[in-house]
């Protein structure tokens, strides 16, 4: 792998191939002008460590989001894949490309498919995560994994309302990517598809393109498609006490090698904005328990004040989720917005696509969820349809790759 | 309409809405703390002048075009909602909601969806169009136009590989909304549509995330979904001659109330990058003519020299595209790349959204695209399956409307 940036690279000026023969390995590091002065979100994300980033990282603009599944039942082949992802998320993450992107002397496709060249890193975070039907699916134990599955990842249950798409759901492995550009992100998610060729398939992807929970409660919190500010009440990625609390899976929670990871549900929520759209600002704000403008609870005054629950709506979603009814249950919430265009009615095709992380799902988002599913009055303009629960192995350590204590 | 920018709204604390009873009309002006530092990027684009912005507008990030179907045969309220649309875009371009985002006393929906409020303007122009079909459909000439009907404004000839889906194509009138955040975007569109309820209804909307064509030479150009420069030779927006010459429509042309508009022809072009992924540097360069790293043509040094035009491959994008070849035709391409999600083979729905203005489409796309069509190596790698045309009046000036001198 070549230790050049995207931004260095590519300096050449072959006018044709041959004439740029020195081209092939080397690629003349001219810095193009102008091009070196990054801002503060440009900057790269470390990718190794402790965690994974992409979960207490500052949330970024843009998501992608891919659920593959496994299409071969080779376990020595799924972990080469493993380990060449491990190393293009580690380049990708740095701004650099994978390989070559110049591809040998010109007879070999380039290793990197090079939309991304020239962009800064934009803060790329790439966050993989191991679906239950990688441990087993059909009963069938394809790469001796079973014994490891932990208890907390479990098959989500049926939640009322649910109107899930089998097609938008699941996964044997997922990988979020987010970034600041989605161009960084999509070339992320596209290059190891192609990289895993034959290894995996795209089951499904989504893209999101406003975030819509903060974990930086110092910045302005982002609003979502029902115009509500999102993330008011968040766990703050800086708050090392509540993610050891709620979102890292401790030693002593299920098998080691999850030991620092996280669960991540999905849930692709779609959100009927035209119904919504329609409704009288009191009923949109009944429905939160808190106001449209300034996003505080009914009977506080400012966004950040404690929230006096007895004061809400008793089938307000905040009134629901908040943890001094739910015996102090925390998710940290990172989803995005997404539009996918119109349906056959003209409807936008729009909602949020939910991320939650968290140390135990069924202590957590089953617990919410079965909650909301069953009282919370946004059920009146919402409906889930997609969905989907991945075990995110800890951070990498240098020399290690995506998931080497599972497979060891 | 308020005159209070999205950033100065809303920053009332009413814990009901009766407690927040001054809110209806007036809300509170109170800026949030900390967010009024705006970088050259978050500013408004003028709304008003001789010709509509979103043409000769440096290229914003992202893209929500939507094209629409007048479901009335009622010309006052066509003109009405157009006159509505005007306002509202006129709000939005200026970072303002539409009406007031607090609707009335609470009984009433708000007028505006939120979801953009306390964001910047980020650059936003709305540009509109109108289609074919506005002016006569299956021989119904609906709302008296048939006779203003330019001759520019054409039914697309069939070109060889097309693919078009009708759900993906045509359209009585088109917005194109260009931003630099999706979120600015998509809630101009969704507004519109709201406005527009019982006049129009979406017929279908494409996002768009990475600019592919730069009309800024002095910065650097963007990357296709190929991984190549796209834009180097465009019409730069502040070549006041190559502009009147190639895209602003003359009052000598056709129709007077067309004098300073532009015909836009957008054509959503799949490109199977699986397949592209798999072919050498050297085939992807001949693709073109050009070289993918610094993107200089084929004989020449650096990416803006001049193209030598019988160094390039004789079926090369470039060669055939270039005005040398083309009796000097030009075109002001303001495409962007697409991807939604996958289908259902695991292949990346992606591609290019290529959006032309031009004078005249007679002489300038149909020209470029019959030889494109019938010759262009790139044929191997992509599909075009949506299409259409509009005719984009000129500019709106105080106190006029979208296409006033149309329906004058
Ligand atoms: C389209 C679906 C949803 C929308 C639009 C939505 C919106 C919101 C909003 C506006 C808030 C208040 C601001 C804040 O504290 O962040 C909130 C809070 C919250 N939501 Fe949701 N939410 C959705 C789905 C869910 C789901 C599925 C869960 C979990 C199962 C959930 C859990 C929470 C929690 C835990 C809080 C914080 C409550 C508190 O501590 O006060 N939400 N949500
Ligand atoms: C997926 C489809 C397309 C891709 C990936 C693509 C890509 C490119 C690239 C990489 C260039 C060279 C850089 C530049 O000067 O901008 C270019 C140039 C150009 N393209 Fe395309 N293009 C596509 C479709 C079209 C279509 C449909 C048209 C018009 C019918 C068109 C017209 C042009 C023109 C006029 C030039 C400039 C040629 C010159 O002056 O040298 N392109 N395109």
Redesign the pocket.
Known sequence: MTGLSRRRLFGYSGATLAAGAAVGAGLVSVAQAGEDHRSADEEAVPFHGAHQAGIATPVQDRLHFAAFDVVTDDRARLIRMLKEWTAAAAAFTGGHPYGSAAGGLGEAPPDDTGEALGLPPARLTLTIGFGPTLFEKDGKDRFGLRAKRPAALIDLPHFPGDNLDPARSGGDICVQACADDPQVAVHAIRNLARIGFGVVSVRWSQLGFGKT?STTPDRQTPR?M?G???????IAGTDAKALDQHVWAAGADGPSWMAGGSYLVA?R?R?HIETWDRTSLQEQQDT?G?TKGEGNAYGAKREHDP?PLDKLPADS??RL???DGNGGV??L?RGYSFTDGTDGLGRLDA??F?I?YQRDPRKQ?VV??NK?AASDH?NEY?QHVGSGIWACPPGVRKGGFWGDALFS
Chains 1, 2 share one sequence.
Do not use: C, E, W, Y
């Open positions: 929970s979502n029902f509500f500010k999102d993330g008011t009440r968040n849930r929520i959100m939160f808190r929230v979603h905040v989720a908040h943890p925390r998710i919430r909602g949020l939910f939650a988002f919410l969820q909301l946004m919402i």
